[in-house]
């Protein structure tokens, strides 16, 4: 894990700048109430006045119309990049190159090139950066890592997971747009595949399926990523149909069914071979992305330059996974070597 060393002059309040006033930077901003010790100091957009309402809303005095403005605002600790993903690379990019330490909305990327590079950048220049996957923060999640810690499942043999939602078909929504990293595959289905290598690591076999929208994004994938110890993670994702978004970690002693959606899970259950169920209630606060927020602070405050609950390395190799994942289903970007 890297060291900020002398923290680099991180205030005593964590004040954040926000990249892109759309809808998740308002939820943000929302949930960061719940987060003491935390402050939206400053807000950019890409054209002066943009962000006024965003900033009236939420009591923000700063307000940028560009992002290097923002990114080189001296008040700002950490710039949340919350654009759609194809921008990810070069404001976290910019952002980095000011010096700020930096949260990346998922995904990380799009490509594993591009998450490389910037892993590459924040250490050369010594900041914090981290992949906002915020599930994984969840006191749910919390819970869920010390049960596979105490190896009460026995060998982990099996994940699988799901994640559905329904989306009205209109081709001008960025989910359905190319250009704007459309597709069910980076939007929802990142969630079960960061499940996945968080539970059973990066995968060394992958093969897929999926179907397009008439946009030519992926409206429905399924995947099955599987290791050299013989264990897989069976992962469906669609923008077609709202679904249970089931989760389950199968192990040869025991499984844990999680309640509900799994990625803001409040709760779940233990179930052994015997057919015994404990439950485990873990109930999340707000919305559940404050939860991210204050990581980013307690790593800034131990001055380290990354999480080890969503480390960089990961990030990259989900990325991969998401690479190859596509490269099976013929999915491209424009602008992608692939
Ligand atoms: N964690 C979560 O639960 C969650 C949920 C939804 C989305 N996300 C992620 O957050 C990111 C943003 O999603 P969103 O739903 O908030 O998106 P959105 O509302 O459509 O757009 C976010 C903002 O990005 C900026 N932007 C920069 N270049 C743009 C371009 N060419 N076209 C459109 N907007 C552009 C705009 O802000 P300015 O005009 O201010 O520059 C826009 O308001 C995505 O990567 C997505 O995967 C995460």
């Not at 919350?82 to 000011?98: G, K, N, Q, S």
């Not at 220049?125 to 992949?131: A, D, H, P, S, V």
């Not at 906002?132 to 810690?149: D, G, N």
């Not at 015997?274 to 131990?302: K, Q």
Request: hydrophobic content about 45%.
């Amino acid at each position: 894990m890297g060291d900020m060393g002398d923290m680099g002059g991180i205030s005593a309040t964590i004040r954040w700048g926000i990249l892109g006033a759309g809808d998740i930077a308002s939820a943000f901003c929302g949930d960061l109430v719940h987060a003491p010790g935390h402050s939206v100091v400053a807000v950019g957009a890409r054209v002066p006045g943009a962000s006024d309402a965003f900033a009236d809303r939420w009591g923000i005095e700063r307000r940028h119309g560009s992002y290097v403005d923002l990114v080189e605002d001296p008040d700002v600790d950490v710039v949340y990049v919350a654009t759609p993903h194809p921008f990810h690379h070069d404001v976290a990019m910019l952002a980095i190159e000011a010096g700020k330490a930096v949260l990346v909305e998922k995904p990380f990327t799009m490509d594993a090139t591009q998450a490389r590079a910037l892993v590459t950048a924040s250490r050369a220049r010594g900041t914090f950066l981290m992949e906002a996957m915020w599930t994984r923060f969840l006191p749910s999640f919390v819970a869920i890592r010390e049960v596979i810690a105490s190896g009460r499942l026995g060998e982990l043999v099996l994940v699988t997971a799901e994640l559905g939602q329904w989306f009205p078909h209109d081709v001008e929504h960025r989910l359905f747009n190319g250009e704007l990293g459309g597709g069910a595959l980076l939007d929802l289905g990142i969630y079960p595949v960061s499940f996945a290598s968080m539970v059973l690591g990066s995968p060394t076999r992958i093969t897929a399926v999926s179907d397009p929208t008439t946009t030519g994004v992926d409206a429905q994938t399924s995947m099955i990523l599987s290791d050299d110890a013989g264990r897989h993670a069976v992962i469906t994702t669609t923008l077609r149909a709202t679904t249970p978004s089931l989760a389950l970690i199968s192990g040869t002693e025991a499984r844990i069914e999680i309640e509900g959606n799994f990625y803001n899970a409040s709760a779940f259950s233990i179930i052994g071979r015997d057919g015994s169920v404990e439950r485990v209630a873990a109930p999340r606060v707000g919305h559940g992305l404050w939860y991210e927020a204050a990581e980013v602070g307690r790593c800034l405050r131990a001055g380290l330059t990354e999480s080890p609950v969503m480390p960089l390395m990961e990030s990259i190799s989900i990325m991969e996974t998401l690479d190859e994942v596509r490269r099976h289903i013929g999915l491209t970007y424009p602008g992608l070597a692939r």
